[in-house]
Every structure is written in C-alpha cells, then in structure tokens.
C-alpha cells in the first residue's frame, strides 16, 4: 500500500504537505491502483488493517463508496467536472458520512478526496429535529406566541395569535397596542406603549406573569390575559429580537371572583351559622333548664303526693296505736292500786307503743328509701304483709273512687302461706306491686292480692284488670330503668321487687297481656317456723355512773332520767346545748356517759359530740335519735353507741351494762 513517503529516506515538502492537509486524499495510477493515500484517508477508509490486500486498487479501497465514486470517477475520466458527492458508509470508526470529490490529472490518474462530515451531519440532524419540535409547540401551544425582531416587527405569531385578530393582523408591535389598547387591570388605566412587556423586553427585561385588559376578536370584547415576554440574545449577548407570549385568563379569572364570593359568602353563612347554633345553643340549654326545673317541681309535687298517701296511712295506725295507750293509760289511772292491773296495762301501752314505733320506722323508710333490717329472719305471713300494704294503700283507693275510677280491692289471704324473710323488705317489695297495679287502672278496676300455699311454696300474687303488658314490655319489665311511665317513673320498681325477693331465693312470675291486665307472682319456700335463736340475757350494769342527760322535751328527759335513776346511776338532765357545756366544763364535776339528743333548740346535738370528745377523750357518747339509725351527723365516729327513739328501756339499760364489758375510748 502506498504512501507519501514509500521510495525515498526523506520526505519531500511535497510528502509533508500531502500528509498534513486535513482532508483524506487517495491518488490512485491510470490502471485504477493505488499509488499513495494520506493518514487521514487510511483513518476515514481503513487501509491500515493488516488483512487487507497489499496491492490496493480504486475498487478495493474505495469500496464502502463506490456507489457514490463510481459515478464520479466515470465523470472525471470523461474530461468533465463533477460536484462533490455526499457517501454515507460504514468505515474503520463506524457509520461515517463523507464528502467526496474526484479530479483527473493530466496522466490520467485520479485524485480522489473525502472529507469527514459526520459530526456536522449529526449536529444538523440534531438541529433540524429540535427545529421540527420547537415549531410543533409554536404550532400547537394553547398560548399567543408571538417572535419579534430588534425593531419590533411581529417576524412570525402561531395559530392562537393569529386567531386573536382575524382579518388585518398587527404586523408591529405598535400596531397590536393600538388595536388592543390595553389596560392596567386594577386602575383601567392605558398602558403606554414604552411600558408593554414585548417593548421592555427588547430593551432586555424579562417579564413574567403580568396581567392586562385587552380588546380582541370581532367584537372588541374585553378580556384578561397573562403575559410574558423574554428578549433574544444572538452570540455575543446582544438583543435581536423578543418572544410575546400571551395567555387569555378571562374564565379563569371569572371562576375565581366567583369562587372568591363563594367563600366569602360561605364565610358569612357560617358565621351566620355560628351565631344562630350559640342562640339555638342558648335556647336549648334555657328550655333544658326550664324542663329540669319543671321535672323537678312536678317530681317534688309527686313525692308529696306520695308523702300525703303515706301520712294518711300512718295517721291510721298512729290512732289505731294511740287508742289502746290513751284507754289503758286511764285504766291505769284508775286501777293504781291493783298491781296486777297495773302490770297488764303497762304491758300493754308498751306492745301498743312498740306498733306506733314501727309505723314510724316504716315512714322513714319510705322517706329515705333505706331498707330496714333490725334483726334476723323471722318468720313471715304473707298474708299480713298483703294485710299491711292495701291498709297503707286505702287513702289512695278511696281518692280514686271519688274521681269516677273506683278500684275494688278482693283479699284472698290464707294464713297458713308463711314463710322466713324480712318483713320490712317483703312489704317494700309487695307495696311496690300493688302501687303499680293500681297505676295500670287509670279508670278503675279490680285489685286482687291473693295468698296460698302451693306443694313446699309459699306464693303471694297481686292481680289487676288494667291495660296489660306488650310482650317487649313484658320482658324487660325488670331491667332497672326501664319505665313506661316516662318522666313520672323512675324504672326502679320491678328491679327492687326482683332483687328483694332473689334475696330471700324466691321467684318471680310475671304473666300479662295487653288489654287483658297483669299477674305477678312471688313464690317463695314455705315455712313453719324460723330458726331459733340463743336466748341472749340482757347485761345489768355493775357500777354507778355519774350520767349526763341533754334532751329538750320534758317528758323524754324525765323518762330517760328515771330509768337511769332507777338503774341505779347519777342523773344530771339538761334541755338546751348551752346548759351541757356549761355542765361539762364546771370544775370538780366529770361524767361518765353522755346521752344527747340530735336536735336541740340552740344547736345540733353533733357539735356538742365533738366539742365533747375532744375535751373529755375517755368519756363515753351516745346518740338518741328520731331519725333511723343509719342516719347521722358528722360526728358520728365520735360516739359509742347510736339509738333510735322511741327508746326502750330495757334495751338502753343493756347498753350502759355493756360499755362496762367494753376498753375505754383513747
């Protein structure tokens, strides 16, 4: 393979520059052979590959451009001058793309050069894609674009601006102000033509997002557009032109007043809203407290009701108690020198009493609603409870029968249904029953409460003729809270009567339908007898105590004097809290026991417990009370012993004898 320098030691300046031109050239003989080829062609055309032939010819190197050459070669031996051709191959540096041009020497060998344009190729390519895609977005942007030159000729507008101004479109810059005659949007004042953002951005200003009023389309409607203008720089920073990219917002615009006046309006709405739930709030909680407080009168309007039923029952057995105490009381009078009458008759003012003292027992309980339990079980009638409730009940049966609702109460009480509880839980229970029975006959009825001993059981049932239950009524009947009175009840009734007779491992069947009244059953065992219980002796006091008596009624102070007296101890008797004090703190002078009243007429009983404990720490306190025993003051921890009025002797007497079995206080 030839080259510049092939035949000689040195090269010529002929060789040298053969080889530095930076075009690839190839000489090749008459014959079509290779005679010398530069470094640049053997680069371009691969000639320095060792496999190839060593003796080269036109056909064998320029094979990868024959089809471009030959035609050029053909030209070039006619005598004639060919343009350049451009060859796209595959060479020794992968696809390339040539210039190729071929000459004849006067001996007629060629001459055949190739320049290397395959990066310039690559880069048009390149830039004619980019320009393909630049004039798609021009073509196709939702936006008015507009090029400008250095003198603010309008060079090129894409479909949007032209659609803008139909007919004769603006061909300057000044021409489209005039026929927009934009507008400051908030001052709808003329923007001047030296201030438009295509005129500041040929003066090389950037301008974004700029809002103005405009005049478009045929109408000259008015409209709001977005603008943004941006200057053209050519290579040494020098401005050459502009682009004016409008965008029309009018919808946008609108939308968002509208959507301004929608919050706005929403604004006021809630507040509107605010201020009325706060009235309606107020309102509310003024008609809640007017109903709480409307719940509570009528509530307190029927506790009384219910305190008035109950005075005129205890009133009944009060005088049935009285009787027999003011009959033997004159008896005794005038048999005080019979001691066995006067015995008799004591016994029985003490028995009558005792009856007078439950009554009022009962009354506190239903006042209080605390059940009683003073002893153990004993053995009950059932009968006698039934007995008991419809004679606490008759007030209520006659105030009915004068309102056109008469109730008529049957007994169907056999003695022998007896069995073992507590008397004062099993007539809470049954009280309960018939109330609610009578409740059930708004407009009178039959009542029937009805005993009999069934097998090993004892069963008492209270039957109505009222309205019935429904069989969802009938199930929850006794669930606590459950009521269908509604305000008038407090759903705990049925729930007492059930716990009270679960308590005594009992049962309860309830039976009703609407229309057709109500049954209820309680069964219970049956029983003879109660267990009996170790006679317990009632201790005598082995000492004289110095006893210090505060009560303020005359009689009860004499009556509790006595008695101690009569027991053998020292007896001071006081009527006011005063008069105690002064007693407890005369020197030289100590008690062992004090016995106080809770109400006295300057102060409460309670506070002389306590000034008293704390003055007198090893002497011994008790309490007598007109209240329940469970019901006590402050002071209670104070005291050693707690008694209910009316007292029975013996059992006061008993409880002094005991406080000798028991340490001191402190």
């Known amino acids: 393979m030839g080259s510049a320098v ?36 053997r680069a371009l055309l691969g000639l320095a590959d060792p496999t190839r032939p060593a003796r080269e010819t036109i056909e064998t190197v320029l094979a990868p451009l024959l089809e471009v050459v030959a035609p050029l070669v053909r030209t070039a031996r006619a005598g004639l001058v060919a343009p350049p051709a451009i060859a796209r191959f595959h060479g020794a540096q992968g696809e390339s793309v040539a210039e190729v041009t071929v000459g004849a020497l006067a001996d007629g060998s060629l001459l055949v050069s190739a320049t290397d344009i395959t990066a310039r190729e690559s880069l048009l390519h390149a830039l004619e894609r980019r320009a393909r895609e630049l004039a798609a977005i021009f073509a196709v942007s939702p936006s008015s674009v507009r090029v400008l030159d250095a003198e603010g000729h309008i060079v090129r507008a894409n479909g949007m601006a032209v659609q803008e101004h139909p007919g004769d479109r603006p061909r300057t810059l000044s021409e489209l102000v005039a026929r927009e005659q934009p507008l400051y949007p908030t001052t709808r004042r003329p923007l001047r033509e030296e201030l438009h953002p295509g005129r500041r951005a040929l003066d090389g200003e950037m301008v974004r997002g700029e809002h103005y009023i405009v005049c478009r389309g045929p109408e000259r409607e008015r409209r709001i557009i977005e603008t943004y203008a941006a200057p053209v720089h050519d290579g040494t920073r020098r401005t050459i032109g502009a682009v004016l990219v409008t965008r029309d917002i009018t919808e946008q615009h609108r939308l968002a007043s509208e959507l301004a006046e929608q919050v706005k309006r929403t604004a006021e709405l809630n507040e509107r809203v605010s201020s009325e739930a706060e009235r309606l709030d107020r309102m509310v909680d003024e008609r809640s407290r007017e109903l709480l407080a409307l719940q509570e009168t009528r509530s307190r309007d029927r506790r009384l009701a219910a305190v008035g039923q109950l005075a005129a029952g205890v009133m009944h057995d009060v005088n049935n108690a009285l009787n027999p105490i003011m009959a033997a009381a004159w008896l005794l009078d005038h048999h005080a020198n019979d001691p066995v009458a006067v015995r008799d008759y004591a016994r029985r003012i003490a028995r009558a009493a005792e009856t007078g003292a439950a009554t009022a027992a009962r009354v506190g309980r239903f006042l209080r609603q605390q059940p009683i339990d003073d002893g153990g079980r004993a053995l009950v009638s059932l009968s006698e409870v039934g007995e008991e409730v419809l004679q606490l009940l008759e007030p209520l049966v006659a105030e009915r029968a004068a309102s056109d609702a008469r109730i008529t109460v049957q007994r169907e009480l056999a003695p022998a249904a007896t069995m073992v509880g507590l008397a004062p839980e099993l007539r809470e229970a049954v009280f309960n029953l018939v109330q609610n029975a009578v409740d059930a006959m708004p407009f009178g009825g039959t009542l ?37 009175k509604g305000a008038g009840g407090s759903g705990l009734g049925l729930a007492e009567v059930y716990g009270i007779v679960r308590r005594h491992r009992g049962k309860v069947e309830l039976e009703s339908a609407p229309g057709r009244g109500t049954t209820v059953r309680l069964r219970f065992a049956f029983a003879e007898q109660a267990p009996e219980a170790a006679p317990v002796a009632l201790p005598r006091a082995n000492r004289s105590r110095r006893v210090l008596v505060v009560e303020d009624n005359d009689d009860g102070r004499d009556f509790l004097r006595w008695v101690l007296l009569e027991d053998g101890h020292v007896v001071d008797a006081v009527p006011t809290l005063a008069e105690a004090r002064a007693r407890l703190g005369t020197p030289g002078t100590s008690y062992d026991v004090l016995i106080t009243d809770v109400g006295l007429p300057d102060g409460r009983g309670w506070e002389l417990v306590g000034d008293a404990r704390r003055s007198h720490p090893a002497m011994r306190i008790g309490v007598v009370t007109g209240w329940e025993p469970t019901v006590h003051g402050a002071g209670a921890g104070d005291v050693d012993f707690i008694m209910r009025k009316p007292l029975r002797a013996a059992e006061l007497l008993a409880t002094l004898a005991r406080l000798d079995a028991s340490p001191d206080p402190g």
């Open 6 to 41: 092939e035949g000689s030691g040195a090269p010529s300046s002929a060789d040298l520059v053969f080889n530095v031109i930076p075009v690839a050239l190839a000489l090749f003989a008459a014959d079509g052979t290779l005679v010398l080829a530069n470094p640049r062609a």
């Open 448 to 484: 029937t409460v009805r005993t009999y001993r069934a097998d090993e059981s004892s069963v008492l049932e209270i039957v109505d003729t009222g309205m019935g239950m429904s069989d969802d009524v009938r199930d929850r009947a006794f669930e606590p809270f459950f009521s269908t």
